[in-house]
T-cell receptor, first 115, second 112 residues
Framework: GAVVSQHPSWVICKSGTSVKIECRSL??????MFWYRQFPKQSLMLMAT?????????EQGVEKDKFLINHASLTLSTLTVTSAHPEDSSFYIC???????????FGDGTRLSIL | GDSVTQMEGPVTLSEEAFLTINCTYT??????LFWYVQYPGEGLQLLLK?????DKGSNKGFEATYRKETTSFHLEKGSVQVSDSAVYFC???????????FGTGTRLLVSP
């Protein structure tokens, strides 16, 4: 149980395009979803926390207009990187929790490469 | 604020060796503690957890005991395999908060 599916797993696109990444909880209702960014050989950096039906809460230093997060249902959250540039290239990982002190369950990540 | 400190890697072991990865934490209250594992190119998988003092989490031969007196949650395995090569993250989740606090991760390399 507790499967989180993230799609796509790898994206290569040109500078200036927008990229949407989907995160779905397949067998539980995710009241809260999280988006992380991970640089090579480093730990995860939390970008934002989103609760279903509410606006996302962004961490300090994360541009909310650059990284648009939507959490419209209990099983789906999306991260859209708008007007992506090479410096946005990274590994993006989502996670989901059904609340309380329950563990977060992670997707397999999306490797984003901007040319 | 809350924080997690892990031993720096990489930890390099031969197959069947004993593994310990140290993790200590600083937190107010009574957090839940977790170990996650990340295989190359993948997201994180929950390996084990403990929610209160003296709890022992275990999975796939890995164990960790929640030690409140030493604020530690060290990961151990009696006999590692090549397939255990990965990055291991210690994390805490404090009561009333939603965010996981991660350690920096420890890379484990197991050679045949």
């Amino acid at each position: 149980g507790a499967v989180v599916s993230q799609h796509p797993s790898w994206v290569i696109c040109k500078s200036g395009t927008s990229v949407k990444i989907e995160c779905r909880s397949l067998d539980f209702q995710a009241t809260t979803m999280f988006w992380y960014r991970q640089f090579p050989k480093q730990s995860l950096m939390l970008m934002a926390t989103s609760n279903e039906g509410s606006k996302a809460t962004y961490e300090q230093g994360v541009e909310k207009d650059k990284f648009l997060i939507n959490h419209a249902s209990l099983t789906l959250s999306t991260l859209t990187v708008t007007s992506a540039h090479p410096e946005d290239s990274s590994f993006y990982i989502c996670s989901a929790s059904d609340g309380g002190n329950q563990p977060q369950h992670f997707g397999d990540g999306t490797r984003l490469s901007i040319l | 604020g809350d924080s997690v400190t892990q031993m720096e890697g990489p930890v390099t072991l031969s197959e069947e060796a004993f593994l310990t990865i140290n993790c200590t934490y600083t937190a107010t209250g009574y957090p839940s503690l977790f170990w996650y594992v990340q295989y190359p190119g993948e997201g994180l998988q929950l390996l084990l957890k403990a929610t209160k003092a003296d709890d022992k989490g275990s999975n796939k031969g890995f164990e960790a005991t929640y030690r409140k007196e030493t604020t530690s949650f060290h990961l151990e395995k009696g006999s590692v395999q090549v397939s255990d090569s990965a990055v291991y993250f210690c994390a805490l989740l404090n009561t009333g908060f939603q965010k996981l606090v991660f350690g920096t991760g420890t890379r484990l390399l197991v050679s045949p």
